[in-house]
C-alpha cells in the first residue's frame, strides 16, 4: 500500500527501452556501453545484461564502485578528479577501468600517482559547452595525447564527446542537425588521428540523438542513459513518446482548495526535484498527471499537473471536474520533468506488476 511519495517503475517499458537501443546499436554496429547514472540500481543493470551489454558507463568513482560488484568494464564519464587518487588505484586493480581527460595537467598527475594501468579518453566538445576540447584546438589535443603516449600506465582509448545541447531542442530536426553536427566533428579528428591510433574508439552519449537518429556507423560506441526511463523533458525534446516513459511519482492528496482549482500533495522538491519545463498555455509545470490504472498507469491529463513545488508539498491545477472526482487519501500518479533527478532523490522504486522495491546504491 502507497501512504507516501513512491517512484513507480513499469519493468516492462523499462526493458523494452533497453532492447530498443540495444537493437539500434547491434544493427550500427557499434559498442553499447549505455550510462547507469539514471537508474543506479544492480538489479536494473542486470536487466541491460540480458540484452547483451558487459560495458557500461557512470558518473561518478562511487557509482564505479558500487557497479563493481557486477560489472568488470567501467567508464567514468566525468573529467577525472586527481584527488580520488586512491580510489582510482583502488578500481583500476580489479577492473577495466577507463578515465575522462582534458588537460594535460590531469594527465600528468596521473602519470606520477598511477598503480593500476587505465583507459583514457579525451573529452571533446561538440557544441555543448559544458566541458571538453574544442575538435579543431590541435595544440591542446596534441599536448595531452603527447603526456599520455610517455606514460607507462595509461593507454589512449579514443574521444568522447556529449551532445548536452540536445537538450535544447525542441523537434527532431534539430536533434538530428545535433546529431550531424558531432559527425562532422568525429569525422575531422577520425581523419587527423587514425592513422596515429588505429584501434581509437569514438564515442557518443545523449539520449535525444541516440533515440532519434539511426546512423551511427561514424562512431564505435553509444553511452545514451537517460533513455532507459525516459521522461517529460524527453517528450517535448521528441526523443520518446509519452508511453515509452517507465517510471511516475505516486503522491498521497492531502489537501484540496475547490476556490482555487488546486490540490495539494504529499510530494515536493525534496522528491520530484524542482527541475521544470515550459509548456504553451500551461506555464511552467513541474509533472503531469496520468490515469491510474490497477497495474502501471495510463495517459496524461493534459490540464492537470504540478504548478509549483516547495520542500514537501506540490500543487497541482486540476480543473472543477477533476476536484470532483478526488478526495483527500487518495493517491495521484504524476509523470517528472526529469527522471534522472527524482530517481536521485527517491532512492528506491516500486514495480507496478508486483509491487517489488528495488533499491538504489
Given at each position: 500500500?502507497?501512504?507516501?511519495?513512491?517512484?513507480?517503475?513499469?519493468?516492462?517499458?523499462?526493458?523494452?527501452?533497453?532492447?530498443?537501443?540495444?537493437?539500434?546499436?547491434?544493427?550500427?554496429?557499434?559498442?553499447?556501453?549505455?550510462?547507469?547514472?539514471?537508474?543506479?540500481?544492480l538489479?536494473?543493470?542486470?536487466?541491460?545484461?540480458?540484452?547483451?551489454?558487459?560495458?557500461?558507463?557512470?558518473?561518478?568513482?562511487?557509482?564505479?564502485?558500487?557497479?563493481?560488484?557486477?560489472?568488470?568494464?567501467?567508464?567514468?564519464?566525468?573529467?577525472?578528479?586527481?584527488?580520488?587518487?586512491?580510489?582510482?588505484?583502488?578500481?583500476?586493480?580489479?577492473?577495466?577501468?577507463?578515465?575522462?581527460?582534458?588537460?594535460r595537467?590531469?594527465?600528468?598527475?596521473?602519470?606520477?600517482?598511477?598503480?593500476?594501468?587505465?583507459?583514457?579518453?579525451?573529452?571533446?566538445?561538440?557544441g555543448?559547452?559544458?566541458?571538453?576540447?574544442?575538435?579543431?584546438?590541435?595544440?591542446?589535443?596534441?599536448?595531452?595525447?603527447?603526456?599520455?603516449?610517455?606514460?607507462?600506465?595509461?593507454?589512449?582509448?579514443?574521444?568522447?564527446?556529449?551532445?548536452?545541447?540536445?537538450?535544447?531542442?525542441?523537434?527532431?530536426?534539430?536533434?538530428?542537425?545535433?546529431?550531424?553536427?558531432?559527425?562532422t566533428?568525429?569525422?575531422?579528428?577520425?581523419?587527423?588521428?587514425?592513422?596515429?591510433?588505429?584501434?581509437?574508439?569514438?564515442?557518443?552519449?545523449?539520449?535525444?540523438t541516440?533515440?532519434?537518429a539511426?546512423?551511427?556507423?561514424m562512431?564505435?560506441?553509444?553511452?545514451?542513459?537517460?533513455?532507459?526511463?525516459?521522461?517529460?523533458?524527453?517528450?517535448?525534446?521528441?526523443?520518446?513518446?509519452?508511453?515509452?516513459?517507465?517510471?511516475?511519482?505516486?503522491?498521497?492528496?492531502?489537501?484540496?482548495?475547490?476556490?482555487?482549482?488546486e490540490?495539494?500533495?504529499?510530494?515536493?522538491?525534496?522528491?520530484?526535484?524542482?527541475?521544470?519545463?515550459?509548456?504553451?498555455?500551461?506555464?511552467?509545470?513541474?509533472?503531469?498527471?496520468?490515469?491510474?490504472?490497477?497495474?502501471?498507469?495510463?495517459d496524461?491529463?493534459?490540464?492537470?499537473?504540478?504548478?509549483?513545488?516547495?520542500?514537501?508539498?506540490?500543487?497541482?491545477s486540476?480543473?472543477?471536474?477533476?476536484?470532483?472526482?478526488?478526495?483527500?487519501?487518495?493517491?495521484?500518479?504524476?509523470?517528472?520533468?526529469?527522471?534522472?533527478?527524482?530517481?536521485?532523490?527517491?532512492?528506491?522504486?516500486?514495480?507496478?506488476?508486483?509491487?517489488r522495491?528495488?533499491?538504489?546504491?
Amino acid at each position: 500500500m502507497i501512504t507516501k511519495p513512491t517512484l513507480l517503475l513499469d519493468e516492462d517499458k523499462c526493458r523494452q527501452n533497453i532492447d530498443q537501443m540495444s537493437q539500434k546499436a547491434r544493427l550500427n554496429d557499434v559498442i553499447f556501453r549505455p550510462h547507469f547514472k539514471t537508474h543506479q540500481s544492480l538489479e536494473i543493470g542486470r536487466w541491460f545484461r540480458e540484452s547483451g551489454v558487459d560495458k557500461i558507463t557512470v558518473s561518478s568513482l562511487s557509482m564505479a564502485e558500487n557497479f563493481a560488484a557486477e560489472w568488470d568494464d567501467i567508464t567514468v564519464a566525468f573529467p577525472v578528479n586527481i584527488l580520488e587518487i586512491e580510489t582510482i588505484n583502488c578500481l583500476a586493480a580489479k577492473i577495466a577501468l577507463n578515465l575522462l581527460v582534458e588537460s594535460r595537467p590531469a594527465v600528468e598527475y596521473l602519470n606520477s600517482h598511477l598503480e593500476n594501468a587505465v583507459g583514457v579518453f579525451i573529452k571533446i566538445d561538440t557544441g555543448y559547452h559544458r566541458t571538453g576540447i574544442e575538435p579543431l584546438d590541435c595544440e591542446t589535443l596534441d599536448s595531452i595525447l603527447g603526456a599520455i603516449e610517455s606514460s607507462r600506465r595509461i593507454s589512449f582509448k579514443g574521444f568522447l564527446s556529449h551532445a548536452g545541447h540536445s537538450y535544447k531542442c525542441r523537434s527532431k530536426q534539430e536533434i538530428l542537425l545535433v546529431h550531424d553536427q558531432s559527425a562532422t566533428a568525429i569525422a575531422e579528428l577520425r581523419q587527423r588521428y587514425s592513422a596515429r591510433f588505429p584501434d581509437l574508439v569514438f564515442s557518443v552519449g545523449d539520449t535525444p540523438t541516440c533515440s532519434v537518429a539511426n546512423d551511427f556507423t561514424m562512431v564505435d560506441e553509444m553511452r545514451p542513459g537517460n533513455f532507459v526511463f525516459y521522461d517529460l523533458a524527453q517528450n517535448q525534446i521528441g526523443s520518446c513518446r509519452i508511453n515509452q516513459i517507465a517510471a511516475a511519482m505516486a503522491c498521497p492528496i492531502v489537501a484540496i482548495h475547490k476556490d482555487r482549482n488546486e490540490i495539494v500533495i504529499y510530494g515536493g522538491g525534496v522528491h520530484f526535484s524542482k527541475e521544470r519545463m515550459d509548456v504553451e498555455n500551461r506555464g511552467t509545470i513541474f509533472g503531469y498527471a496520468v490515469e491510474s490504472r490497477p497495474v502501471g498507469w495510463g495517459d496524461i491529463f493534459p490540464d492537470m499537473f504540478i504548478k509549483s513545488l516547495s520542500q514537501e508539498h506540490g500543487v497541482v491545477s486540476a480543473s472543477k471536474e477533476e476536484i470532483s472526482n478526488h478526495a483527500i487519501g487518495d493517491i495521484l500518479t504524476f509523470l517528472p520533468v526529469h527522471s534522472c533527478m527524482t530517481a536521485n532523490l527517491m532512492k528506491s522504486y516500486m514495480t507496478v506488476a508486483d509491487n517489488r522495491m528495488i533499491e538504489r546504491f
